[in-house]
Structures are given as structure tokens and as C-alpha cells.
């Protein structure tokens, strides 16, 4: 069974310039996750979608992130404009259902704000 | 917001030795999922807990879940190189998303 895909795995960016991220889950999940790692933290949650729609997006920052999932499979994570701040781990998780199942994670994308 | 808190935030030992961390929450917990991130790794599903006093063992590692459902532990026994990495607990109640606790890093020192 193939995991789950995020692209790419490392970028750089200078702040104030867009970034978006590329996530591709396992097949036949209908959750999927955006998480934010900063060094040394535990995942926090940006977003979670139920197919194409939002079920919880109450810790992005809408101001600059945005996230869709357009026919229930894959899904982007944009930023813009970045800041220093978000030089983090974006992680894409996905499970089966939206109950007591296990998420599995992408490799992540590390982003890097200079 | 719900939050799980982890304690301790590093822990070194000895290869050989035994390794605890801990899981609370203020509130009940509907269930627990425990997951190991390597260093520059992600995080993989190691277990989740749904009833309450339950205990789960997978080789040298042992969870239990609190009787009251606020509180829940991960023992690694016999610690080996291997076992190196930061292990998260993450609460899920009903249909909310799953929260991670900060983790607790392991160092094993051969």
C-alpha cells in the first residue's frame, strides 16, 4: 500500500513570498490533515477535511494560510505571504475514517523562511 | 482548547534501562493514541487506548490508560539504540481533531 505523498520535501523561501504544498493521501482516506511542527514541538493541527470539506480549520491563520481539497482527494497548503515564523515541518496525515483510527503521515515538507 | 500535557520533556538512559513517559489531561479523555517519531522522521502509529485501566503491550513496550481516562503512560523496558526518538501522545474525543501533546524526547546511550 502506498503511504502518504507530500511534495516537495524541502523548500526555501525569502519572507513575504507565497510557498504552496503538495499532499497526496493514501487511497480511500476520507480524513486528511495539515499539521505544523515547529523544532522541538509536538504537530499542531492547521486544518482536518472530511472529503473536500472543512471540519476544523480554528488554528489557521487564515490571514496568510489557505487550504483546499478539491474532489475529496488531493490537497494544497498554501502560505502567503510567509514569514520568519513559519520556518517549520508541514506535515500531511490521513486516515480512514473520521473516528478511533490511526493517521499516517507523509514525510513532510521542511520550509525554511529567510 | 483540549490539551494533553507530556512529562518529561528529554530523558537519557543507559541502554538497559527502563524508560517511562507520561500522558495527563485535565478532562477525560475519550481515547489515546501513542505515536514514535525518529529524528528527522515522522510520526508512526504505535497504539491507541479506548477503555478505561487498559493496558496493551507490544514487545518491550507497555501502555495503560487511566481508570479515570485523564492519564496515560508508555514503558519501554530494557531501552535499546533503536528505541531512540521523541514519542507523542495524541487525544482524540469523538469526531475533534487529534491533538498532540509536546512528546517526550528519548537519548539512549550505548
Known amino acids: 500500500e502506498a503511504g502518504v505523498a507530500q511534495s516537495p520535501r524541502y523548500k526555501i523561501i525569502e519572507k513575504r513570498q507565497s510557498v504552496a504544498f503538495w499532499c497526496n493521501p493514501i487511497?480511500?482516506?476520507?480524513?486528511l490533515y495539515w499539521y505544523q511542527q515547529i523544532l522541538g514541538q509536538g504537530p499542531k493541527l492547521l486544518i482536518q477535511f472530511q472529503n473536500n470539506g472543512v471540519v476544523d480549520d480554528s488554528q489557521l491563520p487564515k490571514d496568510r494560510f489557505s487550504a483546499e481539497r478539491l474532489k475529496g482527494v488531493d490537497s494544497t497548503l498554501k502560505i502567503q505571504p510567509a514569514k520568519l515564523e513559519d520556518s517549520a515541518v508541514y506535515l500531511c496525515?490521513?486516515?480512514?475514517?473520521?473516528?478511533?483510527?490511526?493517521?499516517?503521515f507523509g514525510q513532510g515538507t521542511r520550509l525554511t523562511v529567510v | 482548547g483540549q490539551q494533553v500535557m507530556q512529562i518529561p520533556q528529554y530523558q537519557h538512559v543507559q541502554e538497559g534501562e527502563d524508560f517511562t513517559t507520561y500522558c495527563n489531561s485535565s478532562?477525560?479523555?475519550?481515547?489515546i493514541q501513542w505515536y514514535k517519531q525518529r529524528p528527522g522522521g515522522h510520526p508512526v502509529f504505535l497504539i491507541q487506548l479506548v477503555k478505561s485501566g487498559e493496558v496493551k503491550k507490544q514487545k518491550r513496550l507497555t501502555f495503560q490508560f487511566g481508570e479515570a481516562k485523564k492519564n496515560s503512560s508508555l514503558h519501554i523496558t530494557a531501552t535499546q539504540t533503536t528505541d531512540v526518538g521523541t514519542y507523542f501522545c495524541a487525544d482524540r474525543r469523538g469526531n475533534t481533531p487529534l491533538v498532540f501533546g509536546k512528546g517526550t524526547r528519548l537519548s539512549v546511550i550505548a
Open positions: 487511497s480511500g482516506h476520507a480524513t
Open positions: 478532562t477525560t479523555l475519550s481515547n
Open positions: 496525515a490521513s486516515s480512514a475514517t473520521r473516528g478511533h483510527t490511526e493517521a499516517f
